[in-house]
């Protein structure tokens, strides 16, 4: 079965500057993998995916991820962070019909 | 906006209770699954079904069940229930098995 390990819970970052978010993932074959966000309140936006070819993914918003198979890893990043990415944010696996996803990153954004 | 739709946004109701969620997926897609968000839980993959049919299940209670129409849209039926039930639920839909793409969530609270 697969599963996903965000190791931060809580990351407090200021306006302006870079931001990474980590996920590792545990599955036997190569997984799909998402980053969505999710605003206080709000439902589950995707941010970007990927599935297959270049490791670098750029998403919305000025996202980019990078899968690196041999670290199990698709950590998300940000080259400077906007108040208004304040929120959580979640990494899945997507196999077997479902998606799983880690406990969450609560993103602050100090001024 | 993801073009997911879910109705209620949010419910009150009390133990021992039925309550029916409903989702319209977005138009095209012939999936959809349905996710629970609690503090302890996370967010945890109920079921998932395919153009009526079911596909996948997963950590689903027995006093909740779900059904797919022949007009694509799901409910998700959720009895007897308990305080331990409030949650965030979320309806997703899908082309086929990639991409899910999320609506704004029910809340539910069970008093």
């Known amino acids: 079965a697969q599963s996903v390990t965000q190791p931060d819970i809580h990351i407090t970052v200021s306006e302006g500057a870079s931001l990474e978010l980590r996920c590792n993932y545990s599955y036997g074959a190569t997984p799909y993998l998402f980053w969505y966000v999710q605003s206080p309140g709000q439902g589950l936006q995707l941010l970007l995916k990927?599935?297959?070819?270049?490791?670098l993914v750029q998403g919305i918003k000025g996202f980019e991820a990078e899968f690196k198979r041999s670290q199990s890893s698709f950590n998300l990043r940000k080259p400077s962070v906007h108040w208004s990415d304040a929120a959580e944010y979640f990494c899945?696996?997507?196999?077997?019909?479902?998606?799983?996803f880690g406990a969450g990153t609560t993103v602050t954004v100090r001024a | 906006d993801s073009g997911v739709t879910q109705t209620p946004k949010h419910l009150i109701t009390a133990t021992g209770q039925r309550v029916t969620l409903r989702c319209s997926p977005r138009s095209g897609d012939l999936s959809v699954y349905w996710y629970q968000q609690s503090l302890d839980q996370g967010l945890q993959f109920l079921i998932q079904?395919?153009?009526?049919?079911?596909?996948a299940k997963g950590n689903i209670l027995e006093r909740f069940s779900a059904q797919q129409f022949p007009d694509l849209h799901s409910e998700l039926n959720l009895s007897s229930l308990e305080l331990g039930d409030s949650a965030l639920y979320f309806c997703?839909?899908?082309?086929?098995?990639?991409?899910?793409?999320f609506g704004p969530g029910t809340r539910l609270l069970v008093l």
């Open positions: 079904y395919y153009n009526g049919e079911e596909r």
């Open positions: 990927y599935f297959s070819g270049d490791t």
């Open positions: 997703a839909s899908s082309a086929g098995q990639e991409t899910q793409y």
């Open positions: 899945a696996v997507g196999a077997e019909y479902k998606l799983s």
